[in-house]
């Protein structure tokens, strides 16, 4: 036996958990950053994935996959879908070709059973002018609008404008998502999305993701990032 050498061990994948019970998730290929004693960090597929934990213990356990790149488009119901295995057997949601009405484009989402479970709608490019510009529509629950995106100055500029430090905690959530974990390191808008006056959502860019209220469907979420990545 040798003594005195230590051992690299392998770190196993990360386990998927389940997409429904996801509160904040990123989009990226990082499972477990660069930490501690570990040099290089661990990557797996390409999926949404939530954070948790911190130092060496940061993971970023995937729970909605990307199709394989070895799958051929012509095996799926649309050209963006999600699974929610690496493999590609379980489908999770997908979206139709999108339709014009009256000037703005709607993608309808479907479950993996290809049930319609809501819609993605935003304005043509002359009506992205004005804000909100993009709108998630599920059945039974008020249209969720993104709004303005936030003060320049960050969270600080929030405060000194009232808001408040509950909002100062999400903004700070928010971009923490989107300095680890995603494919994009470089500053991204964060926006604010809402249901009438309830705070459902915050976003920085279209792959990190804060939720405030539990009824939003997730798939729902993945399928604004699907579009907006395309």
């Known amino acids: 036996m040798a003594f005195g050498r230590s051992r690299k061990v392998e770190e196993p994948p990360a386990q998927p958990i389940g997409w429904a019970d996801a509160w904040e998730f990123v989009i990226g290929t ?30 970023f356990a995937p ?94 500029g929030i405060v000194q404008r009232g808001a408040g430090k ?7 959530g928010v971009a923490d998502l989107g300095a680890e974990g995603g494919d994009h390191s470089s500053p991204e808008r964060l926006l604010e999305w809402r249901a009438n006056d309830e705070l459902v959502m915050t976003s920085q860019g279209s792959r990190s993701f804060l939720l405030r209220a539990g009824w939003i469907d997730r798939r729902l979420v993945f399928a604004y990032a699907l579009v907006r990545n395309g």
């Open 166 to 172: 509950l909002l100062t905690n999400v903004v700070q």
């Open 63 to 156: 729970c909605a996959f990307f199709p394989p790149e070895s799958q051929s488009s012509t095996s799926t119901p649309g050209d963006l879908c999600l699974f929610e295995d690496p493999e590609g057997q379980q489908l999770l949601c997908y979206l139709t070709a999108p339709e014009v009405r009256s000037g703005e484009r709607y993608f309808q989402v479907h479950d993996g059973d290809g049930r319609v479970i809501g819609s993605i709608r935003t304005a043509t490019a002359l009506k992205r002018a004005l804000k909100p510009e993009w709108y998630i529509e599920q059945p039974g629950r008020p249209i969720i609008a993104s709004c303005h995106e936030w003060a320049k100055g960050g969270a600080k």
């Open 30 to 59: 990082e499972e477990c950053p660069a930490a501690g004693g570990q040099k290089n960090a661990v990557h797996g597929p390409r999926a949404f994935r939530v954070p948790s934990g911190g130092g060496m213990r940061r993971v």
